[in-house]
C-alpha cells in the first residue's frame, strides 16, 4: 500500500470507525465485574487466557474474595487454586494478592485511577491499567493494545510498529480522545467475530472496502 498522508488517513479512519460503531453499537468490555477491583483482577487473569475461561473461574472466585483485603490476606496456594485454569496461575496468583496488599496498605483497599498509580501495582502494565481505567472509570488515558487491536491496526494500515507501545501511541495520535476506550473494544469485537489470525472473513467485512489487508498475503 502506497504511504497516505495524514488527512487521507484520518478520513479512512473516521470511516472505518462510523462503520465499525454500525456494526457493535453495543461493544464493551467482555469481562464480567461490578467494581474496579473485580475488573482489575479479571483483567490480569486474562493474560494469555480468554475472557469466556476468566469469567468462568471469577464467578466463583469473586464470591468468595469480596475485597482487596480478603486477596491480601488469603493463603497464596488458595487463589493459585481458585484460579488455576487460567494459567501462569502462580504467576498471577501472586501478582494479585501482592497488587492487593498495595491496595490495602496505600490506597485504602481501592483501586487507584490514574495511570502512574496503577502501573505501579504488581502484574499492572499499560494494557491493563488502560482497561481499569477506560471501563471501571470511563476515563481515556490510552488504547488498550492487545493482540487483536495489535493485528487489526496492521492489517488495516494504521501503524506499521510492532511493539504494543508504539502501537498505541500512533493510536492515539490519530483517534479521537474520548473514542480510545471504544475504539480498543470495537478492534477486539471485529477482530473474534470478523478478523481472526488465520481466517479472516474478508468477504462478509463491514470494513473491508477501507481495508488495505496489509500482510494478509501469508496466510
Ligand atoms: S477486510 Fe479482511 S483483513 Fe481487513 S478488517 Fe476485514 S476481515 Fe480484516
Known amino acids: 500500500m502506497p504511504r497516505e498522508t ?4 484520518t478520513a479512512r479512519l473516521k470511516q472505518i470507525i462510523a462503520a465499525l460503531d454500525r456494526a ?28 469466556k475461561r476468566v469469567n468462568l473461574v471469577t464467578k466463583e472466585l469473586f464470591k468468595k474474595y469480596r475485597s482487596a483485603a480478603d486477596f491480601a490476606n488469603a493463603p497464596l496456594a488458595e487463589i493459585e487454586q481458585a484460579i488455576q485454569s487460567t494459567g501462569f496461575f ?25 495511570m502512574d498509580e496503577l502501573t505501579q501495582l ?24 492487545d493482540t487483536h487491536v495489535a493485528r487489526l491496526s496492521q492489517r488495516l494500515g494504521l501503524t506499521r510498529q510492532k511493539t504494543p507501545e508504539k502501537i498505541e501511541s ?15 473494544h470495537w478492534l ?32
Open 6 to 9: 495524514a488527512q487521507t488517513k
Open 24 to 51: 457493535y453499537p453495543g461493544a464493551h468490555c467482555e469481562l464480567d465485574h461490578a467494581d474496579p477491583l473485580q475488573l482489575l483482577v479479571a483483567t490480569i487473569l486474562s493474560a494469555q487466557c480468554t475472557d
Open 90 to 114: 502462580r504467576n498471577k496468583a501472586k501478582n494479585i494478592q501482592a497488587c492487593c496488599r498495595k491496595l490495602v496498605e496505600h490506597h485504602g483497599g481501592k483501586v487507584p485511577r490514574t
Open 122 to 145: 504488581d502484574g499492572v502494565g499499560r494494557k491493563t491499567a488502560n482497561v481499569v481505567l477506560g471501563n471501571a472509570f470511563g476515563i481515556n488515558v490510552g488504547v488498550v493494545v
Open 170 to 184: 500512533e493510536l492515539m495520535a490519530l483517534v479521537p480522545p474520548k473514542q480510545w476506550t471504544l475504539f480498543s
Open 188 to 219: 477486539i469485537w471485529h477482530g473474534r467475530r470478523r478478523c481472526a489470525a488465520r481466517k479472516p472473513d474478508c468477504a462478509n467485512c463491514e470494513i473491508q472496502k477501507r481495508c488495505p489487508q496489509i500482510g494478509m498475503a501469508g496466510i
